[in-house]
Nanobody, 128 residues
């Protein structure tokens, strides 16, 4: 079992930056994959970024819409992963969820159903 707690959501102007944090209740080296998804009002939950923690160097993957702007990182000492979001756009407005899997997740396939554990979400609002 893994409990995940997100923090860092806020209201920010377009072009600004935010860093989201996700603290896990167990050591991250026992977790295969941790990632971020988001859900905007009236839309389906969509993949944002993920890190394959058990793969050498921690392989990362990003949605095309955030490549070059968002960076996922980890701190094993704090059992945490982070999402650094730069050059934010109004279309980035959503509730952001941290997710984790204790099993390997196929690379290149961003399915929310692959992640068994979810945080409660944190709201990010980007004003124009």
């Amino acid at each position: 079992q893994v409990q995940l707690v997100e923090s860092g959501g806020s209201v920010v102007q377009a072009g600004g930056s935010l860093r989201l944090s996700c603290a896990a209740s167990r050591r991250t080296f026992n977790i295969y994959v941790m990632g971020w998804f988001r859900q905007a009002p009236g839309k389906d939950r969509e993949f944002v970024a993920t890190m394959h923690l058990r793969l050498s160097g921690g392989i990362t993957e990003y949605a095309e819409s955030v490549k070059g702007r968002f960076t996922i990182s980890r701190d094993n000492a704090k059992n945490s992963v982070y999402l650094q979001m730069n050059s934010l756009k109004p279309e980035d407005t959503a509730v952001y969820y941290c997710a984790a899997s204790l099993r390997p997740v196929t690379r290149g396939v961003a399915r929310s159903s692959d992640y068994a554990y979810w945080g409660q979400g944190t709201q990010v609002t980007v004003s124009s």
